[in-house]
């Protein structure tokens, strides 16, 4: 993550969510719109199909980085309805303009992957349309993925006589297994979402009629528990994929035994013993 300065307001304190989206061309948000806590986070270039160009990745960035200091308790991320595509992929203008030291430069980390990968807060990823190269890549740096039954997932940068720079040869073969991430990455094949759904790309595929309902039941159930203890276990799950058995688990105890020492551990507890609903602290 960068070190928030373009999210310091003008009395030094960290610029809200809302005044951040308000200077953006490219990126919506709603704050508590259906759900408290639930922050959604909608990429807008429709006529572009919500091409990830430098103004999208800079405008999401902060953002991110705006919700990352504030007191939201999920994101939902998601491209613009009237695009029809979650993310269509890069802007192809933009790749054909760079020389080998221009994509070197920007390659370097952290990039809009790594920000919704390293968010402490959930991230459920809303595909209602096509999630293509660097689409598909930003649904795989978020936790959990729910896709319109309409969407179109895939990697076709092969056909352009590149590959997936953006994480997609190593989300990809974590989520589906190194034979299906290298047929859709060498091929450059396109697969519906009950396709991605059967390989485990996505978690969920749903028709209009279930769709929305589905992501914001699952955003509630998320936004109503502990900050910390979602924020813990989000890093505890990641870790499973980047580190041995024995580190992961030590790593698990670890966050763990952290926990006891937040007041809402004990809040939990004890609002379990009183049968009633817990008020969880603010990060």
């Known amino acids: 993550m960068s070190d928030h300065d373009e999210s310091i307001g003008e009395d030094g304190e960290p610029a809200s969510v809302e005044s951040i989206a308000a200077e953006c061309e490219t990126v919506d948000v709603a704050v508590d719109d259906r759900i408290e806590g639930v922050v959604t986070v909608t990429m ?3 006529d572009a199909r919500n091409a990830l160009n430098a103004t999208l990745r800079a405008e999401l ?22 695009a029809k595509a979650f993310v269509a992929g890069a802007d192809v203008t933009e790749l054909r303009e760079r020389d080998m030291l221009e994509q070197r430069e920007a390659s370097k980390r952290p990039r809009v992957y790594e920000y919704v990968d390293d968010l402490r807060q959930p991230v459920i990823a809303r595909i209602n349309g096509h999630a293509l190269g660097g689409g598909c890549e930003l649904i795989q740096a978020c936790d ?5 039954e309409r969407a179109k997932i895939g990697q076709p940068e092969i056909n352009l006589g590149i590959m997936p720079g953006g994480g997609g040869t190593q989300r990809l073969a974590r989520l589906v297994g190194e034979g299906h991430a290298m047929r859709l990455i060498l091929t450059g094949e396109l697969i519906p979402a009950a396709e991605a759904a059967d390989i485990g790309l996505v978690e969920e595929v749903h028709d209009d009629e279930t769709f929305d309902d589905r992501v914001y039941e699952l955003a509630e159930m998320m936004a109503a528990k502990s900050p910390v203890a979602l924020e813990f276990a989000k890093k505890a799950v990641k870790a499973a994929s980047r580190m041995d058995l024995e580190q992961g688990i030590e790593y698990e105890a670890e966050l763990f035994a952290q926990l006891f020492g937040s007041p809402d551990k004990d809040e939990g507890i004890d609002a379990f013993f009183e049968d009633r609903e817990p008020e969880w602290h603010e990060r």
Not at 68 to 81: F, K
Not at 144 to 148: D, E, G, S, T
């Open 44 to 46: 807008n270039r429709p």
């Open 61 to 82: 960035k902060r953002v991110l980085d705006a919700i990352e200091e504030s007191s939201a308790r999920v994101v939902v991320l998601t491209g613009a309805d009237e």
């Open 144 to 148: 959990v993925r729910i896709a319109h």
